[in-house]
């Protein structure tokens, strides 16, 4: 995929918030772009996005995550 839009939203911070920063990030139906949504400081979004990535980078191919699919 080589997004051509992309999308970023701040949310208002939860009421009653689970995180400190929270970040949901998705690719469009049609494979032109992709979409970021968070909640927190954007400081802490691009921090905990990269901690994210490294993690990911490892674990995925290696099969390392719970799968809940049915």
Partial sequence: MSPTKVAI????????PMAKTSVSLGDTKD???FY???RGE?????SLL?????VCEVALPAGHYR???E
Avoid at 9 to 15: A, H, L, S, W
Avoid at 50 to 54: F, G, H, N, P, V
């Fill in 42 to 46: 954007p400081e802490n979004v691009v």
């Fill in 9 to 16: 939203v701040r949310e208002p911070d939860d009421p009653q």
């Fill in 31 to 33: 494979d032109q772009g």
């Fill in 36 to 38: 970021i949504v968070f």
């Fill in 50 to 54: 990269a901690e994210a990535l490294k």
């Fill in 67 to 69: 799968d809940n699919r």
